[in-house]
T-cell receptor, first 116, second 115 residues
Framework: GAVVSQHPSRVICKSGTSVKIECRSL??????MFWYRQFPKQSLMLMAT?????????EQGVEKDKFLINHASLTLSTLTVTSAHPEDSSFYIC????????????FGPGTRLTVL | AQKVTQAQTEISVVEKEDVTLDCVYE???????LFWYKQPPSGELVFLIR??????QNEISGRYSWNFQKSTSSFNFTITASQVVDSAVYFC????????????FGKGTKLTVNP
């Protein structure tokens, strides 16, 4: 089956630093990748839709200047949390959809970010 | 706007009991997809099923079964003879046409199966 990886799986950083999270589709090409955020004991909320070669589409209330998304290739999307603060601590999950209509999304294992 | 409601926040059962997790959705799309995911404590989402809006046939996979009823906009999930390993948070989700669009998740139901 299709595999999506995320790196790192867990990161702890100091307040004010920037953190980059990578999402890779390992055995398929994905024109679209999605970034979700999940706070403790809550549901997954879509942050942005990332399309290869174009600017990401952000959901309402998500700061595009704080959460930088780059989808430079058909197998890699990155999310950079800039100037992270404790309230950004969360579980970040990406998903990727293979090229072609009607395909399902495949989720990465998630990245747990803790900002001290 | 799309919306998914999982009214049951937490359910606790004893092993071998059957349990049904409810999911009610709202959408204006005529073509849409419904999903169920399992999220164990590790956090990784485990895909369980995808169903498109034109396929109302119920599905059974081992101890899992799903009941899709468009008339009531529901897509309920039943685990038969529950096991401790079934303990997890279960999410119902909805996407628009194509199935590869963004997912709208319900708030999840935490299932605890006690030995």
């Amino acid at each position: 089956g299709a595999v999506v990886s995320q790196h790192p799986s867990r990161v702890i950083c100091k307040s004010g630093t920037s953190v980059k999270i990578e999402c890779r589709s390992l055995d398929f090409q994905a024109t679209t990748m999605f970034w979700y955020r999940q706070f403790p004991k809550q549901s997954l909320m879509l942050m942005a839709t990332s399309n290869e070669g174009s600017k990401a589409t952000y959901e309402q209330g998500v700061e595009k200047d704080k959460f930088l998304i780059n989808h430079a290739s058909l197998t890699l999307s990155t999310l950079t949390v800039t100037s992270a603060h404790p309230e950004d601590s969360s579980f970040y999950i990406c998903s990727a959809s293979p090229v072609g209509p009607g395909n399902e999304q495949f989720f990465g294992p998630g990245t747990r970010l803790t900002v001290l | 706007a799309q919306k998914v409601t999982q009214a049951q926040t937490e359910i606790s059962v004893v092993e071998k009991e059957d349990v049904t997790l409810d999911c009610v959705y709202e959408t204006r799309d005529t073509t849409y997809y419904l999903f169920w995911y399992k999220q164990p404590p590790s956090g990784e989402l485990v895909f369980l099923i995808r169903r498109n809006s034109f396929d109302e046939q119920n599905e059974i996979s081992g101890r899992y079964s799903w009941n899709f009823q468009k008339s009531t906009s529901s897509f309920n999930f039943t685990i038969t003879a529950s096991q401790v390993v079934d303990s997890a948070v279960y999410f119902c989700a909805l996407s628009g046409q194509g199935g590869s669009e963004k997912l709208v998740f319900g708030k999840g139901t935490k299932l605890t199966v006690n030995p």
